[in-house]
């Protein structure tokens, strides 16, 4: 059953939808159902949603959990920007932010059968850009999934 | 939600779960049951995971914490029927080869068995 978005405000800033979450389960279950529909509305294959959806919602945990530490009166901001060649979801928190570099890869042996650790490497295993950003209060990842044969393409050349 | 069940096979306790194995949901139900299972000294555990539709990376860590849970306790969990999408979770993740993993009941319970 879809979330409902009576635990989420949305508004449209500069051509992006904007959602404001909360810093919990709820909030983690809600990015992970509008990715999945922004994915679906951009045209993407049903494997390609999935792992958009999966990659968002490792990015929500992200945020609300290590990043606001679940603190109910700090919010992570999704916004959904949607180019006729790609999907761009800007996941951001009000934490003290993290170094990317300095995330133990979860692939090393030692590492394998660690209970956690996994997220920021499955966010850059699905998507085909990520950047993470530090703001003046918050961390900032951006996941960009480019539309394979997107229609921006020359319709009477498909590369497809 | 996921829903969970369990039934015995020739000394092999079989863990029949359906639904999402994630953060604050399924995680939860999969942690409780294992500490159910280990306290009732069942230690050889087959998760069957045929009917599990969607895994994050909480659910990864509490399926590899079942793993090492059991295994400290000298007994084994293996994964019985993975879904595509869990396939390429696990493979993605280098679990596949951490885990034992099939796609037959009867001969993963035999598995057990030879071991004991």
Known sequence: MPASDSACTKQMIDNRLSYTLGSSVEGINLAEDIARRAAAEAGFQEEEIHVISMAVREAAINAAQHGNRCDPNKKVQLLVEKEPDRLQITIRDEGKGFDPAQVQDPLAPGNLLRQSGRGIFLIRSYMDEVRFRRLESGMEAVLVKHLRGAPAEHKENPKL | ?116
Do not use: C, P, W
């Open chain 2, 1 to 116: 939600m996921m829903k969970v069940s369990s039934r015995q096979v020739d000394g092999v306790t079989i863990v029949d779960l359906s639904g999402r194995i994630t953060l604050g949901e399924g995680s939860v139900v999969l942690r409780d049951t294992i500490r159910e299972l280990v306290a009732k000294g069942r230690k050889e555990i087959l998760l069957n995971l045929g009917d599990v539709t969607y895994i994050d990376s909480s659910g990864i860590g509490e399926l590899v914490s079942a793993f090492t849970t059991i295994r400290n306790q000298g007994g084994e969990l293996k994964l019985l029927n993975l879904t595509k999408k869990v396939h390429d979770l696990l493979q993605i993740t280098k679990l596949y080869t951490v885990f034992d993993i099939s796609d037959d009941e009867a001969a993963a319970v035999r598995s057990f068995k030879k071991q004991a």
